[in-house]
C-alpha cells in the first residue's frame, strides 16, 4: 500500500509540474520554431506570455507579421498560427488572429 501510495504522489507531482510549465515570448523563436518532438509545446507555452505581455488588438496587420512572422494558414482577414500541442489535448492547438481594415480585432486560441 505505502508503494502505491508513492506512485500515486509522484504522478500527480508530475502532472501538477506540467500543468504550470512557462515560457517567456520570444519572437525570434517564435518565427523560427519548426515543429519536432522536442518543441511540440514550445509556441503553446510562449502564446500565454504573449497574450499577457502585448496588447495585440487595435496593432496593424503588419505588426503582428513583425512580431509572429508569416501565419501557418491566411485568409482575407485571418491569420492560423499553429501553436503545437498544447498539455491539455492529442489535438495541435491554433491561435487565430481576426483583422477588419488590417488592424487586430479579435485573438482566439483553439487547443483542439
Known amino acids: 500500500m505505502n508503494s ?3 506512485f500515486s504522489f509522484i ?3 508530475l502532472f501538477a509540474v506540467s500543468c504550470s510549465e512557462k515560457k517567456d515570448f520570444n519572437s525570434i523563436e517564435w518565427k523560427n520554431w519548426v515543429e519536432s518532438e522536442a518543441t511540440l509545446h514550445t509556441r503553446w507555452l510562449m502564446h500565454k506570455d504573449l497574450l499577457k505581455k502585448y496588447e495585440l488588438k487595435g496593432i496593424s496587420k503588419d505588426s ?3 512580431l509572429l512572422g508569416e501565419p501557418n494558414k491566411q485568409y482575407s482577414d485571418e491569420f492560423y498560427y499553429n501553436l503545437g500541442y498544447s498539455n491539455r489535448s492529442v489535438d ?6 481576426t483583422f477588419e481594415n488590417d488592424t487586430v480585432i ?7
Not at 479579435?106 to 483542439?112: A, E, L, R, T, Y
Request: charged fraction near 20%; avoid cysteine.
Open 4 to 6: 502505491f501510495k508513492i
Open 64 to 66: 503582428i507579421l513583425n
Open 11 to 13: 504522478v500527480i507531482l
Open 92 to 97: 495541435s492547438a491554433t491561435m487565430i488572429i
Open 106 to 112: 479579435d485573438i482566439k486560441v483553439s487547443d483542439g
